[in-house]
Nanobody, 116 residues
Framework: QVQLVESGGGLVQAGDSLRLSCVAS????????MGWFRQAPGKDREFIAS????????YYRDYVRDRFTISKDNGRNVVYLEMNRLKPEDTAVYYC?????????WGQGTQVTVSS
């Protein structure tokens, strides 16, 4: 079992930046792929970015690739999502995910609201 707790969301203006954090606890010894997803009102949850367990490989949704950066601190079991030049369409609940060997865990989410 892995527990994930996100933080760092908030209300910002278009063009601002935010850094989301996801702290993992519990059985963190397995090689989890960590990811960030988001869900806007009335829409399905969508993939944003992921990072391999060793931090060497990252993947992004095309439309955030030049604005968002995913990173991790293995020593502290923390995954970050740096979001720059935020747009109103980035407004959503952002969820952290840990996946390994068919097991998937989710955090409770953190709200990001971008005003125009």
């Amino acid at each position: 079992q892995v527990q994930l707790v996100e933080s760092g969301g908030g209300l910002v203006q278009a063009g601002d930046s935010l850094r989301l954090s996801c702290v993992a606890s519990g059985d963190t010894s397995s090689p989890y792929v960590m990811g960030w997803f988001r869900q806007a009102p009335g829409k399905d949850r969508e993939f944003i970015a992921s990072i391999s367990w060793n931090g060497r490989h990252t993947y992004y949704r095309d439309y955030v690739r030049d604005r968002f950066t995913i990173s991790k601190d293995n020593g502290r079991n923390v995954v970050y999502l740096e979001m720059n030049r935020l747009k109103p369409e980035d407004t959503a609940v952002y969820y952290c995910n840990a996946y390994t060997n068919g097991r998937s865990y989710w955090g409770q989410g953190t709200q990001v609201t971008v005003s125009s």
